[in-house]
């Protein structure tokens, strides 16, 4: 089963729009990442965030989390059409849920971007 | 081009066959992941191992079983192949076996089970 649900399953915009997508999990967690995959291809990683950590940058990407909702969005600003794919959230489980420090990443079912030129 | 080589692309056999699918991680990574992607059941960890050793599980089935070599390359063997195995298998890498650790994906293989 899976651990994240995101929100929304597709999402389009045109280009220089910014794009949000959101996920949430149910367990405690170490951390976690969102991850890109262009039309069934291989899986890029994109960003982490730490469960003790609210908000983080990388370029263009803005992650933010909140543990007490359980929940993490992904912002994209700027986008471009080479932006378009689907975007995956994933976690690694806490040791409250049970986890270890090992790199088990449980996805959520994703969110298909598609910027318009 | 993540440094992660997988092979086959693509692979087509029958139900019931068995099938080996092979992975080489990054130059320097130790953990070897798969994972499995279908239209049902999304992305799905299957099994780690780390410099030869399995060091978690995923719900993986009891047809499928992995092994990392000695050079750290990595095979799923899949058997009694049913329909619904019908996916796109990826593996990754990450240099150690920590939580924070990044993982690299390869391409992925592409079965398909008639």
């Known amino acids: 089963s899976q651990q994240g649900e995101e929100d929304p399953q597709a999402l389009s915009i045109q280009e220089g729009e910014n794009a949000t997508m959101n996920c949430s999990y149910k367990t405690s967690i170490n951390n976690l990442q969102w991850y890109r995959q262009n039309s069934g291809r291989g899986l890029v990683h994109l960003i982490l965030?730490?469960?003790?950590?609210r908000e983080k940058h990388s370029g263009r990407l803005r992650v933010t989390l909140d543990t007490s909702k359980k929940s993490s969005s992904l912002l994209i600003t700027a986008s471009r059409a080479a932006d378009t794919a689907s975007y995956f959230c994933a976690t690694v489980p806490g040791e409250r849920a049970g986890g270890t420090s090992y790199g088990k990443l449980t996805f959520g079912q994703g969110t298909i971007l598609t910027v318009h030129p | 081009d993540s440094g992660v080589t997988q092979t086959p692309k693509h692979l087509i056999t029958a139900t019931g066959q068995r099938v080996t699918l092979r992975c080489s991680p990054r130059?320097?990574?130790?953990?070897v992941y798969w994972y499995q992607q279908s239209l049902d059941q999304g992305l799905q960890f299957l099994i780690q191992y780390y410099n030869g050793e399995e060091r978690a599980k995923g719900n993986i089935l009891e047809r499928f079983s992995a092994q990392q070599f000695p050079d750290l390359h990595s095979e799923l063997n899949l058997s009694s192949l049913e329909l619904g195995d019908s996916a796109l298998y990826f593996c990754?890498?990450?240099?150690?076996?920590?939580?924070?650790?990044?993982?690299?994906f390869g391409p992925g293989t592409r079965l398909t089970v008639l």
């Open positions: 965030i730490r469960s003790n950590e």
């Open positions: 130059s320097g990574d130790l953990s």
């Open positions: 990754a890498s990450s240099v150690g076996v920590g939580a924070t650790d990044t993982q690299y």
